[in-house]
Structures are given as C-alpha cells and as structure tokens.
C-alpha cells in the first residue's frame, strides 16, 4: 500500500507526495506525525513548501500549513512548484535577512495574519509569517518582511526614516507609506491568501517617491 505522505527535500523547501486515495482527514493526521517525529531535522529553518501528488482546496491547503506549524518549528514562507525558481530565491534571500535580524536585539517576529481591522504597530524592525488582509495595517518605525502577501496597509519607517523599506511575496497593497512618502494604488485585484508564481516585491524611496523592484537576494541585502 502506498504510503500516505512522503516528504522529501529540494533546495530551499520541502516536498509533500500525498496519496491520493486515501481520505483527506488520514493523510492530514500523517502529515502531522512526520513533522511532529521530524521537528529536531527540520529545526526553525524557512522554507518553501511543494503539495503534490493529490489537489487540494483552499481550506485544505490551509489545514496542511497549520499542521506543519503545530507539530515543528518550521516557517512555511509560501506554497511553490519545485521549479519555482523565483520563490525559491525569495526564501533563500529572506533567511539571510531572518539571520541578521535575529541578532539584531530591535528585530522581532510575528506569526499569524491580520483581518477585520487589525493593527499591528511596533518600533522594531519586524519579519511577518502570514498575510496582512484588506483593512488591516502593519506599522514599524524601521523595515518590514511579510512572508505572504500585503493586501491591506503598510507603514515602515514610521519615525520619518526614509531609508526603510517594506518587502513582501506578494504585493497588492491598498496602501504603502515609507517615511513621510505615500502610494495608493488606482485600482486593486482583492487577493486572498498565498499564491502561486507571484513576483516578490519590495518598496522603498528613490528620487523622492516609493519605487517597487523585483525582490533579489543582492538587493535585500543592500539595505
């Protein structure tokens, strides 16, 4: 009988092989048991995670990502192919920043997305595992890193500083503020959750004005 699910490496994230056969509900408990059994090889590290073998939903995908998370240590940064190139670089730049921020006593994380109005304000660089939805905001008076998407607002540099900039997996925003610069889009696609083959993105100021540029490991670690 084939095995429920098999995990297996590539570089930068992580495999699921699902059965396809079996009730969802079974290989959801699996997947909850080779993680919980693998937390110590799997460690904090971030990566990206590939779902194969089987279609899953929406509310599936959510399920999977939330038993991964309950049972290691592991930042899921987003839901890619294997050959996803770009996301794959996106993870690889992020862990370098992760790195740094962490020795960094002003850098901070956060777990979890924001909805229905809430407001997220520190005054700490900060890295977000999750989405920031319409209506809701996330404020730092340094940097920003969502690993998932800015659907809603985004406010870095919150002092003034103009040298912050806010990077994200996928970037929709209904508004970005960086210093005492602005940028409201004149029109925006409603976006829900983690998508696939998406452009990371990151804003910051040049010339006076907020400039979006594809994110790449050499540019996240200019600033």
């Known amino acids: 009988m084939k095995e429920a699910v098999i995990i297996k490496s590539f570089p930068n994230g992580i495999a699921l092989y699902l059965n396809p056969e079996l009730p ?20 904090s590290a971030t990566m990206a995670l ?12 959510i399920r999977i990502l939330e038993a991964i998370r309950d049972n290691s240590g592991l930042n899921i940064a987003c839901i890619v192919e294997k050959d996803d190139t770009v ?22 994380f956060f777990r979890g997305s924001l909805r229905d109005g809430a407001i997220l304000e520190t005054e700490n660089s900060i890295i977000m595992l999750g989405d920031v939805y319409p209506g809701s905001a996330i404020i730092s ?3 920003i890193i969502i690993l998932g998407g800015l659907y809603g607002k985004a406010h870095a540099g919150g002092n ?29 696609k409603p976006k829900r959750g983690i998508r696939h083959k998406v452009q990371p993105k990151i804003a910051y100021i040049e010339n006076d004005r ?6 790449t490991k050499d540019l996240l670690s200019s600033f």
Not at 171 to 182: L, N, S, T, V, Y
Request: proline share 3%; net charge negative.
């Open 210 to 215: 907020i400039i979006f540029d594809t994110l």
């Open 160 to 188: 003034g500083r103009e040298g912050a900039f806010v990077a994200a997996f996928e970037m929709e925003p209904e508004r970005i503020r960086i210093g005492d610069f602005k940028y409201r889009p004149n029109t925006r």
């Open 50 to 61: 590939s779902i194969e073998g089987r279609t899953v939903t929406d509310m599936e995908e």
């Open 24 to 43: 969802f509900e079974s290989v959801l408990e699996e997947i909850g048991y080779k993680f919980a059994d693998a937390r110590n090889f799997f460690g």
């Open 141 to 143: 008076a340094k940097n």
């Open 87 to 108: 996301n794959q670089n996106y993870v690889k730049a992020l862990e370098r920043t992760e790195r740094e921020l962490a020795k960094k006593p002003e850098g901070q």
